[in-house]
């Protein structure tokens, strides 16, 4: 079946330690975007790319980072200088063509993987 | 920038009766997208419903609907017959027309549904 694959599902880190969450997707889209979700602030957008190799940061953006070297993948390093990464991380992917009847707007989620540091 | 403000942390029906979640937007655009999403206790989001700006008619989607006012800038979703599968998470998202498809997404609101 078609979908977004998120790994880990959950995933310990001590502090100070660079961690990689996976984020795989077969559904054959040019976008894909990464969002972190804590308690009562919503989803917020941390970096989104559009087509293979081209990514940009979004709203919170410093302490991490991504690469896009496959259509397919789009891996999200929480690194030590993220001041509280402990956090639900969500991955999505979407049509990037915005032709109104090819597209609905719409973005696919993945399972979401849990962060806690330790 | 767009914002988009779910005043309603927590909302609670009966079985079988009627809610409605509401959500306000900001956005200076003539053309855009909003959506409401589910987050089930399994934490996958799920879209229930979209609406897009440019079409007057109120989106439907079986038991979901939604009251798009424009010039108020608000988009409530009504869910009818509520069943005990409806409790979860509710997300009101906003998503630009044309460029980059990133959501700019509410606080959520919590619904609980008591049989």
């Known amino acids: 079946d078609g979908g977004i694959t998120q790994s880990p599902k959950y995933l310990f880190r001590k502090e100070g330690q660079n961690v990689t969450l996976s984020c795989e997707q077969n559904?054959?889209?040019?976008?894909m975007y990464w969002y972190r979700q804590d308690p009562g602030q919503g989803l917020r957008l941390i970096y989104y790319?559009?087509?293979?190799?081209?990514?940009q940061k979004g709203d919170i953006a410093e302490g991490y980072s991504v690469s896009r070297e496959k259509k397919e993948s789009f891996p999200l390093t929480v690194t030590s200088a993220q001041k509280n990464p402990t956090a639900f991380y969500l991955c999505a992917s979407s049509l990037r063509d915005r032709g109104r009847s090819a597209n609905t707007g719409e973005l696919f989620f993945g399972e979401g993987s849990r962060l806690t540091v330790l | 920038a767009q914002t988009v403000t779910q005043s309603q942390p927590e909302m609670s029906v009966q079985e079988a009766e009627t809610v409605t979640l509401s959500c306000t937007y900001d956005t200076s655009e003539s053309d855009y997208y909003l959506f409401w999403y589910k987050q089930p206790p399994s934490r996958q989001m799920i879209l229930v419903i979209r609406?897009?700006?440019?079409?007057?008619q109120n989106a439907t989607e079986n038991r979901f609907s939604v009251n798009f006012q424009k010039a108020a800038k608000s988009f409530s979703l009504k869910i009818s017959d509520s069943q005990l599968g409806d409790a979860a998470m509710y997300f009101c998202a906003y998503s630009k027309s044309q460029g980059a498809q990133k959501l700019v997404f509410g606080q959520g609101t919590r619904l609980t549904i008591n049989p």
């Open positions: 790319s559009q087509i293979v190799n081209d990514f």
């Open positions: 559904l054959n889209h040019d976008a």
């Open positions: 609406q897009e700006a440019y079409k007057q």
